[in-house]
């Protein structure tokens, strides 16, 4: 009973330091947060935050780890090339996470997020997609690099402007909107 008690204090310590690190993201870049008023905005003194979290930076990390996890077990089970429709419905599913997710996702994809979360979600991406393209004899691997960086920065820049924009357009639209123009380019749309 005392285990359970205690696991549910540390759950709601660590939500409410994620949450008030978010809230306070959203005003200002992480290098200029401190522990002070994080924990002051957590209403949790300092020594509980120390006592899970060497300082902003880990507690941020392992936030952006989270999100890494789930989007690495969402990849896990798709094929980028061999299965369009099933390809379509992880991207349909990782929208519907970022849309869950609004909020962190808005703050670390954003002005005051971390370049870094940025990099390391294009590099997770990127090293599935090119393994599975040199399986195919279709076109060199510098090439695929590009063409990938193409598609992934014009994607996250997609899911920024969604994010921004509290867009009403669905994920599922999202996700196709993303397929049709890393399938298809900008001829789909050009009449």
């Not at 809230?23 to 006592?51: G, H, V, W």
């Not at 061999?82 to 349909?92: D, G, H, P, R, W």
């Not at 004899?137 to 690099?145: A, L, R, S, Y």
């Amino acid at each position: 009973m005392k285990n359970e008690k205690t696991d549910r204090r540390v759950k709601y310590t660590k939500m409410v330091l994620r949450e008030s690190l978010t809230k306070l993201m959203q005003e200002k870049p992480i290098s200029r947060i401190t522990i002070k008023e994080l924990c002051e905005d957590a209403d949790i003194n300092r020594a509980t935050f120390y006592s899970h979290y060497n300082d902003q930076f880990d507690l941020l990390k392992k936030m952006e780890q989270e999100i890494i996890d789930d989007i690495n077990s969402y990849l896990d089970s798709i094929s980028f090339v061999t299965n369009n429709s099933y390809a379509l419905e992880v991207m349909t599913k990782i929208f519907e996470y970022i849309k869950e997710n609004a909020q962190i996702c808005r703050v670390l994809l954003g002005t005051n997020g971390d370049i870094e979360f940025q990099k390391d979600i294009m590099m997770i991406v990127q090293t599935r997609f090119i393994a599975e393209q040199k399986t195919k004899k279709i076109i060199d691997e510098k090439i695929v690099e590009y063409v990938f960086t193409f598609a992934a920065t014009g994607s996250i820049g997609m899911i920024q402007k969604w994010l921004s924009e509290d867009s009403n357009i669905p994920p599922a639209d999202m996700a196709k909107l993303v397929m049709k123009l890393t399938n298809y380019g900008l001829t789909h749309f050009v009449v």
